[in-house]
């Protein structure tokens, strides 16, 4: 019998009127013989209420510590809670259904709390289960670390539980149920011009996602790239006997006509470093990104300029906004050693991104974006490039409007909807 995996989101399982819309999706599925498996979310708002209590008592995120042991505990609970609810409802509608916590597949992950990496799922028993006709519903963003205890895959990661479980029972396809109808040209709530898109590569939708487009976890279009699961992005919330076609996640190869441009892609979680006064030698950068990657500090745009004091230059970096206290602490412990004079720092910047697999073959990309900016007297304060992407670091005020004035210079807008 095929197998599938759906998975639903926060928003699909907000209250139990939400959670019984879901049930109607599960069922059509099964009703159509498939062996279902179903990855479920907490509630809309739980984890982050579930994130809040944990720094209220003493474990801000991730710890990689014996706290961030708790602080799994803690917010891996939500997915206990909505996985039974589902599974109850299954069974008052008459079928067998069953919930599964990570630990009970398993699903062993590293020791990474708060943000481990699934390590290996054990298929055997919830292959069965499946096959036996019973439906799993399966708790997402959870898994069992080596010493035991209850380990969570970072923000967003029931995606990743679903697809590494696609892969893992040889599922035909793994399908994410969110509150949007596919993955779109921008965030839909930020442009009302923004267009579904009916296909688009694993490549595009990695770099979309790895800057910021939050509709799936990174690491889940990593694994579906790496083991050929097919993927769909559809909305929950159409009647089941009416689902759309939502958003078809392929190979390049699949894709006839590639769009130069396919994203425009804002992060607003970026925040800004500059290094004044380095001195111009060898080694000065190599001191600086050694010691935040020894404090296991991502780092990404980086530019360095000439200071106004001959001899020394200024090293600016970004980094996410939660890391940006700890990134400015081990800067400072490290100001003699480096070199350089002092530190400044700035939250209020978004990166706004660009991508699309036709950069490949197409001059030409990047000065669209530079001009386009520039007419509307947006200062860019940072670049950075790939062979598919080009990113800018802008004021975060400016944001929403270059997302909207670059969507209609690279051609995205979908002029058919009124009122945009
Ligand atoms: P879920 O709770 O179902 O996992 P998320 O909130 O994580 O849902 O992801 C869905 C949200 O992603 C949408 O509501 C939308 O605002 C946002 N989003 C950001 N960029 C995009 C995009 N390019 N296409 C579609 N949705 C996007
Ligand atoms: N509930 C977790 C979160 O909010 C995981 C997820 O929704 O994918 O991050
Ligand atoms: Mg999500």
Known sequence: MSRIVMKFGGTSVANMQRIRA?????RREADAGKSVAVVVSAMAGETNRLVALCEEAGAP???LDARGVEYDAVVASGEQVTSSLLALVLQNLGYRARSWQGWQIPLKTDAAHGKARIAEIDAEAIGAAMDGGEIAVVAGFQ?????????????????????????AVGAERCDIYTDV?????????????????????????????SLGAKVLQTRSVELAMAHKVPLRVLSSFEPPDAQGPGTVI???????EQNIVSTVTPDFNDASVTILAVPDEPGRAAGIFTALADADINIDMIVQSA?????????SFTTKEGELDRALEVLSAEQ???????????RKVAKVSVVGLGMKSHAGVASIMFKTLADKGINIQNISTSEIKISVLIDADAAEYAVRVLHEAYGLDDDRKPGA
């Open 250 to 256: 392929c190979d390049e190869d699949d894709i006839v």
């Open 61 to 63: 995120a991730p710890a």
């Open 336 to 346: 003699d050693a480096i070199g350089f004079k002092s530190l400044q720092s700035d």
């Open 22 to 26: 879901v049930a109607a999706h599960v």
């Open 307 to 315: 200071s106004r004091e001959p001899g020394y230059a200024n090293i």
């Open 181 to 209: 109808d596919g993955v779109y040209t921008t965030d839909p709530r930020l442009a009302k011009k923004a267009r579904r898109i009916a296909k688009i590569s694993f490549e595009e939708m990695l770099e979309a996602a």
């Open 143 to 167: 898994g069992i670390a080596p010493n035991g205890r209850i380990a969570t895959l970072g923000r967003g990661g029931s995606d990743t539980s679903a697809v590494a479980l696609a892969a």
